[in-house]
T-cell receptor, first 112, second 114 residues
Framework: GENVEQHPSTLSVQEGDSAVIKCTYS??????FPWYKQELGKGPQLIID?????GEKKDQRIAVTLNKTAKHFSLHITETQPEDSAVYFC???????????FGDGTTLTVKP | SAVISQKPSRDICQRGTSLTIQCQVD?????MFWYRQQPGQSLTLIAT?????????ESGFVIDKFPISRPNLTFSTLTVSNMSPEDSSIYLC???????????FGPGTRLTVT
């Protein structure tokens, strides 16, 4: 089955700095790669995603890049703010299978 | 996008009892899933809830312990049966379209078994 590895497990940055979280996947059939943000006491919230026919996608301060050859994708957050502090999960999905495989999560702390 | 609600938001239960968690989606979704999340851990898929048929369970999860219903495209229930303290966890409902890629989550049900 699919295996998703996520690094780092914890990340601490100063407000205004950039943060990068990386994930690798094993199943070459995976074709959809979402990122979720989970704040304390809440369910995961979809913040950005990328499909396998695209190499990069941006939405304001967040961006995701995908390297299908190397089977890895990354989340980039620029100009970090304290409210970006949360746990971030990457996932991969082979859409015909329907279900997603999640990474272990990264706890991001943005220090004011 | 889909908005997903769950009831109850939290509960404290005695061992040996059962709890049914309800999940409601504000729009029809092809697929619904139930996850378990231990504090500080990732999401573990329990099962895929299939409309009108038996749920598809992941390895390590069985129907007798986690019976699931899905009577229509917007509603599902998960029952945690004969609970033990090891069942203390956050249970998350999720829904999405198989063809539309995106998957959305409810706020979770925080279960404590004493």
């Amino acid at each position: 089955g699919e295996n998703v590895e996520q690094h780092p497990s914890t990340l601490s940055v100063q407000e205004g700095d950039s943060a990068v979280i990386k994930c690798t996947y094993s199943d070459s059939a995976s074709n959809y790669f979402p990122w979720y943000k989970q704040e304390l006491g809440k369910g995961p919230q979809l913040i950005i995603d990328i499909r396998s026919n695209v190499g990069e996608k941006k939405d304001q301060r967040i961006a995701v890049t995908l390297n299908k050859t190397a089977k890895h994708f990354s989340l980039h957050i620029t100009e970090t703010q304290p409210e970006d502090s949360a746990v971030y999960f990457c996932a991969s999905k082979e859409t015909n299978a329907g279900k997603s495989t999640f990474g272990d999560g990264t706890t991001l702390t943005v220090k004011p | 996008s889909a908005v997903i609600s769950q009831k109850p938001s939290r509960d404290i239960c005695q061992r040996g009892t059962s709890l049914t968690i309800q999940c409601q989606v504000d729009s029809q979704v092809t697929m619904m899933f139930w996850y378990r999340q231990q504090p500080g851990q990732s999401l573990t898929l329990i099962a895929t809830a299939n409309q009108g048929s038996e749920a598809t369970y992941e390895s390590g999860f069985v129907i007798d312990k986690f019976p699931i219903s899905r009577p229509n495209l917007t509603f599902s229930t998960l029952t945690v049966s004969n609970m033990s303290p090891e069942d203390s966890s956050i249970y998350l409902c999720s829904g999405g379209g198989q063809a539309t890629y995106e998957q959305y989550f409810g706020p979770g049900t925080r279960l404590t078994v004493t």
